[in-house]
C-alpha cells in the first residue's frame, strides 16, 4: 500500500526559529494537504497543493508541491509558541477510491 | 465559519458493550469520512460515504463496526462489541465532493474501552 515518510519525527526549537519538515512517498501523488493537529483536537488543514511545483503561503506557512510529485514540504517562518502542535502531511492519488495517506506527523516543541 | 460537529467528545465504555459516535458534516459537503487515529499515529480511514453511498469500507472491522449515513447528511459509526484495542480517536471530516479535494476535520472522540 502507499505509504508516507514523514520527517523529522519531532522537532525542538527557540521561538523565533525557522522550521523545516518534509514528506515522502513511493507513489506519485496528484493532491498534498498539511494539517496541524492540538493534543486532544481534530486536524486542522493549513494549506492545500494540487499542482506540481506549486508553492503556496498561509501567513508564516509556506508549503511546496515536489516537482517530482512523490515530496512535498512545509516551511514555518518566525515560530511562535502556538505554531507547537503535530503537523501532520497527506496526499491522494487520482487512483482507485482517491483516499488521502497520512504520514506519520512531525511533533513540534517550541522552547520559549 | 461552518464546521464538523462530532459527539460524544469523549466516551469511556467496557469492553464488550456497544459504543456509538455522531457526526454531522459541513453544510452541502456530499462526502463524509471516517478516521481512526491511534496515539501517535496518523488518521487512517475507515470508511467513506459518498452522499447515503458507501464507497470504501476496506478497512473497516466489518466484524464489530458498522457505518451509516441514511439521509445523506449526518452519519453514525458503532461498534458492538467493544474491545481493548478499539481505544483510539475516532474522527469525522467532510470535503464537498469526492476526489482530491480538502479534507475538514471535526474535533474527534477520544474512546477509551475498559
Known amino acids: 500500500g502507499q505509504q508516507l515518510n514523514q520527517s523529522p519525527q519531532s522537532m525542538f526549537i527557540q521561538e523565533g526559529e525557522d522550521v523545516s519538515m518534509n514528506c515522502t512517498s513511493s507513489s506519485i501523488f496528484n493532491t498534498w494537504l498539511w494539517y496541524k493537529q492540538d493534543p486532544g483536537e481534530g486536524p486542522v488543514l493549513l494549506i492545500a497543493?494540487?499542482?506540481?511545483?506549486e508553492l503556496t503561503s498561509n501567513g508564516r506557512l509556506t508549503a511546496q508541491f515536489g516537482i517530482t510529485r512523490k515530496d512535498s514540504f512545509l516551511n514555518i517562518s518566525a515560530s511562535i509558541p502556538s505554531d507547537v502542535g503535530i503537523y501532520f502531511c497527506?496526499?491522494?492519488?487520482?487512483?482507485?477510491?482517491?483516499?488521502?495517506?497520512f504520514g506519520q506527523g512531525t511533533r513540534l516543541t517550541i522552547n520559549p | 465559519e461552518a464546521e464538523v460537529a462530532q459527539s460524544p467528545r469523549y466516551k469511556i465504555t467496557e469492553k464488550s458493550q456497544a459504543v456509538a459516535f455522531w457526526c454531522d458534516p459541513i453544510s452541502g459537503h456530499a462526502t463524509l469520512y471516517w478516521y481512526r487515529q491511534i496515539l501517535g499515529q496518523g488518521p487512517e480511514l475507515l470508511v467513506q460515504f459518498q452522499d447515503e453511498s458507501v464507497v470504501d469500507d476496506s478497512q473497516l472491522p466489518k466484524d464489530r463496526f458498522s457505518a451509516e449515513r441514511l439521509k445523506g447528511v449526518d452519519s453514525t459509526l458503532k461498534i458492538q462489541p467493544a474491545e481493548l484495542g478499539d481505544s483510539a480517536m475516532y474522527l469525522c471530516?467532510?470535503?464537498?465532493?469526492?476526489?482530491?479535494?480538502?479534507?475538514?476535520f471535526g474535533p474527534g472522540t477520544r474512546l477509551t474501552v475498559t
Open positions: 497527506a496526499g491522494s492519488t487520482l487512483q482507485g477510491a482517491q483516499k488521502l495517506v
Open positions: 497543493l494540487y499542482k506540481a511545483g
Open positions: 471530516a467532510s470535503s464537498f465532493e469526492m476526489g482530491p479535494y480538502e479534507q475538514y
